[in-house]
């Protein structure tokens, strides 16, 4: 086996660790790694059947958990407005571009998540919110392949339900992953080889969530939270180091 596609395996495996644990954050860890292997396109286009498969189960299980059908709806279609944006972003911006914004994406998610642990949007104020939020978060995971640090941190800072939000992400997630698709086979990104290799890689994210579900009843989530974060100022680190040497 190629050693670089090892990479690949092992950062699908960690992102299903950290969905299997907390419901979400899949490409804040498989995203890096594999840009940092070989390049944001790749990483990004080869994420789509994986990001379709478990938010589609994820959000079936978790279906009678979920918020108002009117915010859910305004979150995924304002995330498929902006993931359009952010894919043209991708086809127009160069490799050494594409990982800095990758890195500073998962620093900012990084420092938010330090600087702010207890912040708390109440439910009236983000209805106000949720569309810029979404397309913002949108732009950032078409053009990037990582929303979390305003996707994630937004639903988490509703302080909602462990089903709301599974259910929430999961609808916005699949309907970027839609608008996706057709974009990156316009953009010659995906290819049938790596359509394939995407459904390739469903394989260790989905065999890996038991992994972390496990895991998050066996420590605590402190120390989870602190494991990941340093992954993945590691992984952020040496990707601006590749881009500025």
């Known amino acids: 086996m190629d050693v670089n596609l090892i990479y690949i395996v092992i950062g699908f495996a960690l992102g299903g660790i950290l969905k299997g644990a907390t419901g979400a954050g899949a490409p804040i860890i498989a995203v890096p790694i594999i840009a940092m292997t070989y390049n944001v396109p790749l990483a990004v286009t080869i994420f789509i059947m994986p990001n379709i498969m478990s938010n589609v189960w994820q959000g079936w299980s978790y279906r009678a958990h979920s918020l108002p059908l009117v915010f859910v ?30 890195a500073f994406t998962v620093l900012a998610y990084i420092a938010f998540r330090m600087m702010k642990p207890e912040w708390v949007l109440a439910y009236a104020r ?14 950032l995971q078409g053009a990037s392949g990582i929303s979390a640090p305003v996707s ?3 639903l988490n800072a509703m302080r ?23 974009m990156l086979v316009s953009y010659g990104f995906l290819t ?15 065999a890996f969530m038991p992994v972390g579900s496990f895991l998050a009843k066996k420590i605590s989530k402190q120390t989870f939270d602190r494991l990941i974060l340093a992954l993945l100022a590691v992984v952020a680190l040496k990707l601006i180091y ?4």
């Open 152 to 154: 994630i941190t937004f």
């Open 242 to 245: 590749e881009a500025w040497v």
């Open 192 to 206: 049938l080889e790596r359509f394939w290799i995407s459904c390739a890689a469903i394989i260790p994210l989905l």
């Open 126 to 139: 983000a209805v106000r919110v949720v569309v810029p939020i979404g397309i913002v978060a949108g732009i």
């Open 73 to 102: 709806l305004q979150f995924a279609l304002a995330g498929a407005l902006g993931a359009g944006a952010g894919t043209v972003m991708l086809a127009s911006l160069s490799g050494d571009t594409l990982k800095l914004m990758v």
């Open 160 to 182: 909602l339900e462990r089903g709301q939000f599974i259910s929430t992400i999961s609808a916005f997630f699949v309907s970027m992953a839609i608008v996706q698709i057709p």
